[in-house]
């Protein structure tokens, strides 16, 4: 395994560092305080292809793999966890389901929108009870005629408010089986699906994170995903990629906040030398910088196998497991750095440390990774 990337992959990441430095980089720490959601920057990175990054270019996608797709998440993500998480939503989880299993006419309705980045979408899985327990949702969807008929609320959903599209996973047999639930699209303005509450946030403070609330909202249904019975397992083949993209938001971040470490490191005179000078201090870099290596490599292992359309399920979790734990090592050991100056918002790195605690929570739990992982090991033996 090396880290060489192909040419195209590094003219993406070129174009995802100029955007980045240019258009989010100067308005992160307003956004951040204020919890605002920047939609207009995702309309602009879809006019640059990075809104549907692994959309076949017939449905007005850019047509790249997941070794492109990590360097585009890592990239902005090196500079804002929020926009990088909620690029990473918009591509894996909407998107992906759509293009995983929708029929022909769904992809060609939905997904130029969505690559274009002139629609935002929304995936709802998860509900105030059943987070990790995801295939227990109480949401329902009851046919009706051709139609069917949605109850219900989902929670913590990036772009709960703001999206012109989601994804809803909801029950549509009887509780207590995982070939119960359903999903389909619902589109904004389709009256009963209004947005709720917005969450105020430790971290990831300009990645909208809200409720979507069902009330007889009436879908028809042509707007099914799949067969009916098939949401959960859609649902968990659908997390297998968002989970690799969750890794690549969490390296992204940990390089950001070692990359302001170890500059800081070498300037920062104390005893009259750079501090990076002591042993406890090079022992941090050190640490920080093998661990990030190799989260990478388990998550160009997770993204080869998926673009070779190989199961990914283990290596998705591992990559996710690690990743997301590195990241929250490295921020933290950033500040430990940066010192009393770290602890500030005039300095980069408490940004970094409060958006990294999101990535070994959200799109399951370092606990739920590891249940799959050991179930996936098991399984070989
Ligand atoms: N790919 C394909 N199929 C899968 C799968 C995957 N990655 N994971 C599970 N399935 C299938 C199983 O094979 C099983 O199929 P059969 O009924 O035909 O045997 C079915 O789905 C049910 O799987 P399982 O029995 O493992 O379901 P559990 O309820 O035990 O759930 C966990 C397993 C805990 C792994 C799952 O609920 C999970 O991932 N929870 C976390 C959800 C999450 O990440 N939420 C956050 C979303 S934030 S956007």
């Given at each position: 395994m090396s880290f060489a990337t192909d040419e195209i992959a590094e003219q993406v990441r070129t174009l995802a560092r100029d955007f980045a430095s240019r258009h989010i980089k100067p308005y992160i720490m307003q956004w951040d305080e204020a919890q605002t959601f920047p939609a207009e920057t995702f309309h602009e990175m879809g006019k640059l292809g990075l809104m549907g990054v692994l959309v076949p270019e017939v449905y007005g996608g850019s047509g790249l793999n997941y070794a492109a797709y990590k360097v585009v998440i890592e990239e902005i993500s090196k500079v804002c966890g929020s926009i990088g998480l909620s690029l990473a939503a918009h591509n894996s989880l909407c998107t992906s389901h759509i293009l995983l299993f929708g029929k022909e006419e769904q992809k060609r309705k939905y997904l130029p929108l969505l690559a274009s980045g002139e629609w935002i979408g929304a995936w709802g899985l998860t509900e105030a009870s059943t987070g990790s327990d995801a295939g227990n949702m109480q949401c329902t969807a009851k046919k009706e005629g051709n139609t069917w008929i949605l109850n219900g609320a989902k929670s913590w959903i990036t772009h709960g408010k703001s999206s012109q599209v989601a994804v809803v996973i909801a029950r549509t047999g009887e509780p207590g089986t995982r070939n119960n639930t359903t999903a389909f699209v619902v589109e904004r303005g389709t009256p009963g699906f209004s947005g709720g509450k917005k969450e105020n946030k430790l971290?990831?403070?300009?990645s909208e994170t809200a409720e979507m609330i069902f009330d007889n909202c009436i879908i028809p249904d042509e707007n099914r995903l799949g067969n009916v019975g098939e949401g959960f397992k859609q649902s968990m083949q659908v997390l297998d990629g968002g989970r690799i993209s969750i890794a690549c938001l969490s390296v992204g971040i940990a390089k950001g906040a070692f990359e302001a470490a170890a500059k800081y490191s070498k300037e920062r005179r104390q005893f009259g030398q750079p501090i990076c000078n002591f042993q406890g201090i090079g022992f941090k870099i050190a640490d920080m910088a093998t661990e990030i290596d190799a989260a990478e490599l388990l998550i160009m292992r997770a993204c080869e196998l998926k673009d070779q359309h190989k199961k990914v399920t283990r290596e998705a979790a591992m990559a996710k497991y690690y990743a997301s734990e590195v990241a929250v090592k490295v921020a933290t050991e950033a500040i430990q750095i940066f010192g009393g100056n770290g602890y500030t918002k005039e300095f980069p790195v408490e940004k970094f440390y409060r958006d990294a605690k999101l990535c070994t929570i959200g799109e399951g739990t370092s606990e739920i990774q590891k249940i799959v992982i050991a179930r996936e090991t098991l399984n070989g033996f």
């Open positions: 971290g990831m403070r300009a």
